[in-house]
Every structure is written in structure tokens, then in C-alpha cells.
């Protein structure tokens, strides 16, 4: 029990730096601060990290705590609630969909996978369903309506369909690698 405890808190360490290296892929991708790109390519890279906690700790809560981890984050970073809830309803649903194959089917967990990835969008759904209120939490951070301006992004259909179809690819990739690399791993136990 302690291992698989120690062994989750580590791939969330390790998740939350996929996602660091997410958000700077995605900064090299757009260079207007606003992190559209960051869910896709945060899921490109955690997808490896993600396939290996399912074959290391294959029981219900693993995948949860992930996504409460990063709900967390988006807490403390002061994004509101509203950032809050992907990480936590996102972990919960990829768990239960993971929980249905045991943790071993491979579709299963891919599928897991696609919902936990949106688990990092809060903040461009917020930007999208709450813009006024996004906007109020920005400028009390202290940010200015010059970067308010540049990083907003409107909720128009084709910009909706990018920002979830990048993620959906992001995630199938990451899952992919992640799942190739969890058997190579196994493999060798």
C-alpha cells in the first residue's frame, strides 16, 4: 500500500513536470502567453508517465489523485474553481474508464487517457465560458490589459474544435508512446 502511495505521488511530480514541458512546447508552438496549446502537448508528454502508473498501481484512486493533483494546482495558482473542476471530474471519469478494463485493456486505457488529458483545460474553458470573470481574475493578479488583450482567445467553433482535437491527438500519441513503453518496461521485470 505505501509503495503504491509513494509510486502515484512520484507520477504526479513527474506529470506536473510533462506539463511544465507542455506549456514550453506549447509557448514555442504560440507565443502569445495563452497556453492554448499547452493541454495537447502537456498529454503528448505525460502520456508515458500516465501508462505507467496504470501498470504500476492498477487500482482505483491512482489516476484520481493525478487528477486532483492537478486540479490542486490550478487552485493554488490562483485560476479559480473553475480550473479546479476539469482536474478532479477529468481524474474521476479516467479512473472509472480505466476501472472497466481492470486497468489492463488497452483501448480502455487509452480511452482513460483521452478524458484525463482534458483535465488540464480549465483555464481556456473558463477564458471561454466565464470571459468576464476570467479577465477580472487576470487583471487582480496583477496582469495587464496589453497581455489580457494578447492571450485571449475567442469561442468561436473552429478555435473549439482545434483546441479539442489537438488535445484528442496529443493524447493518442502520448497514450501510444506511453503504452509501448510500459511494456518494454514490463518486459524487462
Given at each position: 500500500?505505501?509503495?503504491?502511495?509513494?509510486?502515484?505521488?512520484?507520477?504526479?511530480?513527474?506529470?506536473?513536470?510533462?506539463?511544465?514541458?507542455?506549456?514550453?512546447?506549447?509557448?514555442?508552438?504560440?507565443?502569445?502567453?495563452?497556453?492554448?496549446?499547452?493541454?495537447?502537448?502537456?498529454?503528448?508528454?505525460?502520456?508515458?508517465?500516465?501508462?505507467?502508473?496504470?501498470?504500476?498501481?492498477?487500482?482505483?484512486?491512482?489516476?484520481?489523485?493525478?487528477?486532483?493533483?492537478?486540479?490542486?494546482?490550478?487552485?493554488?495558482?490562483?485560476?479559480?474553481?473553475?480550473?479546479?473542476?476539469?482536474?478532479?471530474?477529468?481524474?474521476?471519469?479516467?479512473?472509472?474508464?480505466?476501472?472497466?478494463?481492470?486497468?489492463?485493456?488497452?483501448?480502455?486505457?487509452?480511452?482513460?487517457?483521452?478524458?484525463?488529458?482534458?483535465?488540464?483545460?480549465?483555464?481556456?474553458?473558463?477564458m471561454w465560458i466565464r470571459p468576464?470573470?476570467?479577465?477580472?481574475?487576470?487583471?487582480?493578479?496583477?496582469?495587464?490589459?496589453?497581455?489580457?488583450?494578447?492571450?485571449?482567445?475567442?469561442?468561436?467553433?473552429?478555435?473549439?474544435?482545434?483546441?479539442?482535437?489537438?488535445?484528442?491527438?496529443?493524447a493518442l500519441f502520448g497514450a501510444?508512446?506511453?503504452?509501448?513503453?510500459?511494456?518494454?518496461?514490463?518486459?524487462?521485470?
Open positions: 500500500m505505501k509503495k503504491n502511495i509513494l509510486t502515484t505521488l512520484l507520477a504526479a511530480v513527474l506529470y506536473f513536470l510533462c506539463v511544465g514541458i507542455g506549456v514550453f512546447l506549447g509557448h514555442l508552438v504560440d507565443q502569445t502567453g495563452n497556453m492554448f496549446y499547452a493541454p495537447a502537448f502537456s498529454a503528448l508528454v505525460g502520456g508515458s508517465v500516465y501508462m505507467l502508473l496504470l501498470a504500476k498501481v492498477p487500482r482505483f484512486g491512482a489516476i484520481t489523485t493525478l487528477g486532483l493533483f492537478m486540479a490542486l494546482f490550478f487552485l493554488a495558482s490562483k485560476h479559480g474553481a473553475g480550473a479546479f473542476l476539469p482536474g478532479l471530474a477529468c481524474g474521476l471519469a479516467a479512473d472509472a474508464i480505466a476501472r472497466l478494463g481492470n486497468y489492463k485493456d488497452r483501448i480502455k486505457n487509452t480511452l482513460s487517457f483521452l478524458v484525463f488529458a482534458f483535465s488540464t483545460s480549465g483555464p481556456i474553458f473558463l468576464k470573470a476570467y479577465v477580472a481574475t487576470l487583471l487582480a493578479r496583477g496582469k495587464s490589459q496589453e497581455y489580457i488583450d494578447r492571450i485571449m482567445v475567442a469561442p468561436e467553433l473552429d478555435k473549439i474544435l482545434l483546441f479539442v482535437s489537438s488535445i484528442l491527438l496529443g501510444v508512446v506511453g503504452q509501448f513503453l510500459s511494456q518494454k518496461t514490463a518486459d524487462k521485470l
